[in-house]
């Protein structure tokens, strides 16, 4: 009995530290490099298949595996979200500002493209007063921007 116990604890250990080190990799060497907790909310939410609802990384799942690969995606993009929603909503302003500044189609149609996105970016699991509170908050911050934005003042 206390040897499966023990057994038990060991695989529990590994798990956790095979998800530690997959968090590292994913951290270093694809969300660090994007600007923005925005960035790296929509590069997670890219990661899953929308057909099967699951979390994909080809260059960490050859290193680590699909399922704790997958596993650990939908945990990070659940923890983003809620530290995104955690930010005043001034600095949530200046994450879409700073995310639709990094769109090469320009701020009009980035707004555009966000607007379609929204529930894309929203994790499965999040839980329902969360989901609503991001999509009221980023529809109200992308209609602000687009009114201050030079080409909507312009009426072009």
């Given at each position: 009995?206390?040897?499966?116990?023990?057994?038990?604890?060991?695989?529990?250990?590994?798990q956790l530290?095979?998800?530690?080190?997959?968090?590292?990799?994913?951290?270093?060497?694809?969300?660090?490099?994007?600007h923005g907790?925005?960035?790296?909310?929509?590069?997670?939410?890219?990661?899953?298949?929308?057909?099967?609802?699951?979390?994909?990384?080809?260059?960490?799942?050859?290193?680590?595996?699909?399922?704790?690969?997958?596993?650990?995606?939908?945990?990070?993009?659940?923890?983003?979200?809620?530290?995104?929603?955690?930010?005043?909503?001034?600095?949530?302003?200046?994450?879409?500002?700073?995310?639709?500044?990094?769109?090469?189609?320009?701020?009009?149609?980035?707004?555009?493209?966000?607007?379609?996105?929204?529930?894309?970016?929203?994790?499965?699991?999040?839980?329902?007063?969360?989901?609503?509170?991001?999509?009221?908050n980023l529809?109200?911050?992308?209609?602000?921007?687009?009114?201050?934005?030079?080409?909507?003042?312009?009426?072009?």
């Amino acid at each position: 009995m206390a040897e499966r116990c023990r057994a038990k604890e060991a695989h529990i250990q590994e798990q956790l530290r095979i998800h530690r080190q997959i968090l590292y990799d994913l951290a270093i060497h694809y969300l660090e490099p994007l600007h923005g907790s925005l960035a790296r909310l929509a590069y997670l939410a890219s990661l899953k298949n929308p057909s099967t609802n699951s979390y994909s990384h080809d260059r960490l799942a050859a290193v680590y595996g699909p399922e704790p690969v997958g596993e650990s995606l939908a945990n990070c993009h659940e923890e983003l979200f809620e530290r995104l929603l955690e930010m005043p909503l001034a600095q949530q302003e200046e994450e879409l500002r700073q995310f639709l500044g990094t769109l090469p189609e320009g701020i009009q149609e980035g707004i555009r493209i966000c607007r379609r996105q929204i529930e894309d970016w929203i994790p499965l699991q999040a839980p329902d007063y969360l989901k609503e509170l991001f999509r009221s908050n980023l529809v109200a911050l992308l209609e602000l921007l687009r009114e201050r934005s030079p080409r909507a003042r312009s009426g072009r």
